[in-house]
């Protein structure tokens, strides 16, 4: 229920895991995709998202976020070109005769490919590019996005708000001393792809790297909650965060130690809760 947090990084040293791409999907779009919801309403609300409106999304991975701005009547456009997985469930929630699409929703677009792809003569320039994928916690992923970025923003109008998102600083995401599990069983790996804790000024390093003027931020409390061990298990596996402690290791290993990192934050009825909280800053296109 909610688009995904990150997308799934594979460690650049040994073999891919062998996972199932479309389980992890499935887990993705059912379990982990709803918990950035208050982050989208909030970009959404403040840049006054609805009819008029041409969003691009960079990584839109099964659609969440797309629907959201669909069903306030913005034409929307999602870009996917690493989780054709989770494009194929964007798909499907964004088909014509969905019920939250068909209400005034002036169209949709779905490219599996760069950005470039989502370019054409026809298509008038976009007036909201979004990248909601969070970086901050895999080592690198900055880098990636300012290439992204790059290639997206000529495709905007000028002055187009561009947002970026990242995770809060460790001490304001419970969910950090979890993620420090897939950090510390990839250690054999030494993976430059690993988890790692966010910095203040990313996103703002992000923009200057891809010629974009910051223009205002903000902070959203997202808490991550489960029904159970199981799901938070599935949920946080379904990011591709553990990606590299899997490959390092083995499943079993990973599956072990993230249960036993979840136990501190299950409560009394077997919920599990952690509390998180996201930045997202509003740069403009040049």
Known sequence: MTPTLVHSHLPRAGAP?????????R????????????????VYER????R??????????SGLALLM???????????????PERLALARARLAPEAPAVAQGHPGTRLVEGPPEDAAAPETPPYTLVTAFQPIGCVA?????????????????????PVVLVGWGPPERCTTSSVLRVATKLADPLRSSRSWRAACRDDLEEVAHRAGLKPDGSGRVACPFGYADIDSAVRGLLSTGLFDAAVGATDQVQVDKELTEA????QRHDGTVWMPNVFRYLIARTP
């Open 17 to 25: 895991p062998r996972v199932d791409r479309c389980a992890r999907a």
């Open 27 to 42: 887990d993705w779009a059912e379990i982990q995709e709803r918990m950035l919801v208050p982050l989208y309403e909030a």
């Open 47 to 50: 840049l006054e998202v609805g």
């Open 52 to 61: 008029g409106t041409r969003l691009l999304d960079l990584g839109c991975g």
């Open 69 to 83: 701005a669909a069903s306030r009547g913005a034409s929307v456009t999602g870009v996917e070109s690493s989780a």
């Open 140 to 160: 690198g992923d900055s880098e990636g996005l300012s290439a992204l970025l790059e290639t997206a923003s000529p495709l905007a109008e000028r002055g187009a």
């Open 262 to 265: 979840l136990h501190p934050h």
